[in-house]
Each structure stands twice: as structure tokens, then as C-alpha cells.
């Protein structure tokens, strides 16, 4: 059973890179071989027999692994998995170091822990309340212009940190054609909406024809000017990047990808390839990271993941602060470690391999991204600043800069503003204070009490103003 596949990630140096390839070669023809398929390689690298072998016990773990857990462990771990089920595709298996599993951060993403049944007083069972602002089933409506489509609802693993994690194995289904149309309808009947996300579960387990139906029935609606999809298979299953699924993608440009690399580890030769893949047919690839604890809490750790994804052309997009959803205690870390992990990154190393570190509110209120102070005052001529080096320096404002009073008539303007003629829509939060053409000048909490107040008292009043 010949594997000429390396899987390891260039490390500090050449005897530990080979020392770590042997150990995923020996784990791969390990787990190979007790599946019991006499298979060769070419089944390994197909995601069907990547799926159908997918590890969904302890039990199987453990005969896979060779890792053993005590009995007692047993009792508890089943307890978590009859909670939230386990899911591990034999690829992503062969990544963990079985010697030291415990601290692995493989592990630590795949395998279900006890600490899972904790719970936290902040948890919340649907923290961004994506349920809450779903119009019609499967679209969550947060911005003004850009939808979140679930397509799917299975996934190649079940990652332990997933912010959905209410749903996972709930409905190991893919949604039917109608399900899916309801979506598009619901797209096509809001002209606002010119980027659709695809996301689920992972798009990508759907078949090659489904996807590009939908992407088909998507590229028809005029005002979608692009789709995004939201994968993790480049990381846990990245055989199912296939010449077959490339040419799908590439009919329907623009398309662009965002996947879910967590750790330096992940980027094996197998990944690197299926994001080569798609960065050839011209998609631009994002990473979307999430920042947890005992797997990539450190800055030294996500330099060298940011690095890595640059250089096989994957812009970082965002760090997420970890959620508040049921099960992920143990995985959240401060915010101060990602302002940490940012300061380390932001003028240390190229801009573009600086994610935005962002904390998806709770309630709803979408990303906030969230930084290291650089501005550290200003009066009515200069700013002062400060940078990555402490150096602290002034920028000196214009004494001649010429106001504009901004009506939004841009026929009339002299700067040429007036595009297409496109619908223009009033703007919204913060933008509205600070324009010209609302008359809004303050936004105030939906239950202020004072307000409450101000409304009684003009009722007594009989409506009279002072
Ligand atoms: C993250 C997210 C988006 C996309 O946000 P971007 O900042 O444009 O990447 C859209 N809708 C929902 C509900 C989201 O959570």
C-alpha cells in the first residue's frame, strides 16, 4: 500500500518536517488498513470513501487512533456525543499526534471533550440570534445588503467549537429543491441583496450538479453581483476539492471562498493542493480563523498560520472572538488575547496577512471588529498616533480643507459623485449621525427610560409640548 502523499507543514527544521511526515504516512496506512478495504491510496484521496468512513464513535476512534480511554472516560464522553455528536473524516484523523494527543490542537478540534457538558452563565443556545432574524427558513437577514444562506446541514467533521453547534447532527440532510427556492425567491424579492453567502453545514458536501444549480439559479437574479461560500473541507476534507467541482465554480464567477484554517498544522500538502486548485480557477480565497483556547491562543501560532495561508495565496479576513454558544466554555479566551494577537501582527508583518478581529455580538448586532488603540488624541490641527514600535508621532490636518454640505444630490455635485443612478438608500446606524441629508441627531435605546418618561408626561399634558 504505497502512500507517496506527504501531509506535514514545513517546521523550524528539516528533520523535525520529515520526522512529522513519516508520523501522518505510518497514521494514514494505519487507519487505512484496520478500515479493513485492502484500499490503496486513490480511495484515501476519494471524499465518498472519506465520508463513508467517517469516525462517528469512541470506539472507532480509539481502534483508529490507538488511543484508549478508560471506561470511566467512556461513560462520560458518550454523555457528550449523545449531546453533540462526533465526526471525524479519517484524512483529518491522521493529523492528530497520537503521542501527545492531549495538547494536540487537532485533537482539541475534533474530539468531543467533557468540559462540553458545562455550562457557562453566559451560554446561549442561538447566540447571534440567527434564528430570530431568518425571514424564511434557511436565510439569515442581518445586513443591508447581504444575505446568509444555509444550503446544507452536515458537514465533512463536526468541528467542537462550531457556533452552531445546537443544529449539528440534528438533520444530516441535504434541503430539498423547494426548500431551496424559497431562499432564492426570498432574494430575488429584495433588490437590496447584491452578495449571497452560502453557507450551512458545508456547502460543499452537497453534489457537484446541486451546487451548480444553485449557483446557476443564483447568477440568474440581476441584482446578485456576488456569491460566497463558507467551507472547511480545504482543512478537514480536502479531497473534495475535485477537478469536477473547479469547473462547476469557474461558470459561475464571481465566486469567492472563505475557509476555516485554525492552526499551522492544518496546512498539509493535501490542502495546499486543493487551495491551489481554486486559487487557479481565479477564485479569491479568504480564511476565516477562530481564536480558542489550548489550539491557536498565541501569537507566535498565528503569525506562522498567517504566513502560511499568504503564501498559498488565502488572505486572512477575520479572527472571531469565540462565540457564546452552548458547549464552548472551554474554548473561549479573553478578548484581550486577540487585541494581544493583533498587536503582535498589524506593522510586524505584511498588512494583507492581518486579519480583522471581530466579535460577532450577541443578540444579533453582527461583527464588531474590535483593535488595538492607535489614535491617542487629536485636537482641532493634529492628531497624535502612535505605532506597532511605540514611536509616537503627530499627523498634521489641512488648514485649508473645504467643507462640503452633503444634500445627496448628486446631479448637481461637483465631484462627479453620480454614478449610475443606481436606487439610493437612506443611510443607516452611526453613518445616518454623521450625514448631512438626515435630520437625526441621536439614536436612542428602544426602552430609554427617560424617553418613557418624556412619552408619560406628554400624555398627561394632553399632547401639549412645553
Ligand atoms: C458574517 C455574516 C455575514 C457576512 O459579513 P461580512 O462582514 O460581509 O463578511 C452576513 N450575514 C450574516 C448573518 C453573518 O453572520
Given amino acids: ?34 478500515l479493513g478495504s485492502g484500499d490503496d491510496h486513490k480511495s484515501w484521496k476519494d471524499w465518498f470513501w472519506q465520508m463513508r468512513h467517517a469516525i462517528r464513535t469512541v470506539e472507532q476512534f480509539e481502534t483508529l487512533s490507538g488511543i484508549k480511554f478508560s471506561q470511566q472516560e467512556k461513560d462520560k ?18 493529523l492528530i499526534d497520537t503521542e501527545n494527543y492531549k495538547t494536540d490542537p487537532i485533537f482539541t478540534q475534533a474530539f468531543p471533550s467533557i468540559e462540553e457538558l458545562n455550562m457557562d452563565r453566559c451560554d446561549i443556545l442561538d447566540p447571534l440570534s440567527e434564528d430570530k432574524d431568518s425571514p424564511v427558513p434557511g436565510i439569515t437577514h442581518r445586513y443591508p445588503d447581504r444575505v446568509l444562506f444555509h444550503i446544507s446541514n452536515t458537514c465533512a467533521m463536526y468541528c467542537r467549537h462550531c457556533t452552531r453547534k445546537r443544529k449539528v447532527g440534528d438533520m444530516d440532510t441535504i434541503p430539498g429543491r423547494s426548500a431551496i427556492k424559497k431562499g432564492i425567491a426570498y432574494i430575488k424579492a429584495n433588490p437590496r441583496v447584491r452578495d449571497v453567502l452560502l453557507s450551512g453545514g458545508d456547502p460543499f458536501l452537497l453534489s457537484d450538479e446541486y451546487i451548480d444549480w444553485i449557483l446557476g439559479e443564483l447568477g440568474k437574479i440581476d441584482h446578485v453581483e456576488v456569491i460566497r461560500i463558507g467551507t472547511r473541507t480545504p482543512v478537514v476534507m480536502p479531497y473534495r476539492i475535485t477537478e469536477d467541482l473547479i469547473k462547476v465554480l469557474k461558470k459561475h464567477h464571481p465566486v469567492w471562498i472563505n475557509t476555516h484554517f485554525n492552526h499551522p498544522r492544518e496546512l498539509t500538502s493535501s490542502s495546499k493542493e486543493a487551495l491551489a486548485r481554486l486559487a487557479d480557477a481565479g477564485i479569491p480565497l479568504g480564511n476565516q480563523s477562530v481564536l480558542l483556547a489550548g489550539v491557536n491562543d498565541c501569537p507566535r501560532i498565528m503569525k506562522r498560520l498567517v504566513h502560511l495561508l499568504v503564501a498559498n495565496r ?39 496577512s492581518v486579519p480583522t478581529y471581530v466579535i460577532d455580538a450577541p443578540g444579533g ?44 444630490k448628486c446631479s448637481t455635485c461637483d465631484l462627479q459623485l453620480n454614478l449610475d443612478g443606481g436606487a439610493e438608500y437612506n ?11 438626515d435630520e437625526t441627531i441621536a439614536l436612542t435605546p428602544e426602552h430609554n427610560e427617560r424617553h418613557i418618561r418624556r412619552r408619560k408626561a406628554k400624555k398627561q399634558r394632553g399632547n401639549f409640548d412645553i
Fill in 314 to 352: 488565502v488572505r486572512p479576513y477575520y479572527l472571531y472572538q469565540c462565540d457564546l454558544s452552548e458547549g464552548l466554555s472551554h474554548f473561549r479566551t479573553p478578548v484581550g488575547k486577540g487585541i494581544e494577537i493583533i498587536e503582535s501582527l498589524i506593522g510586524h508583518t505584511s498588512g494583507f
Fill in 365 to 408: 448586532g453582527g461583527k464588531i471588529p474590535v483593535m488595538p488603540y492607535y489614535l491617542i488624541s487629536l485636537s482641532t490641527n493634529k492628531v497624535v498616533l502612535r505605532n506597532y514600535e511605540g514611536v509616537i508621532t503627530t499627523y498634521q490636518e489641512p488648514d485649508s480643507y473645504k467643507q462640503y454640505f452633503c444634500d445627496r
Fill in 77 to 94: 464522553l458518550l454523555k457528550v456525543t449523545e449531546k453533540f455528536p462526533l465526526s471525524i473524516t479519517p484524512y483529518y484523523l491522521s
Fill in 427 to 437: 443611510s443607516e446606524g452611526i453613518f445616518k449621525l454623521l450625514s448631512d441629508f
Fill in 1 to 34: 500500500m504505497p502512500i507517496k502523499q506527504s501531509e506535514a507543514s514545513p517546521a523550524a527544521t528539516p528533520t523535525k518536517t520529515k520526522k512529522k511526515i513519516q508520523g501522518i504516512r505510518q497514521r494514514q496506512m494505519r487507519i487505512t488498513e484496520k
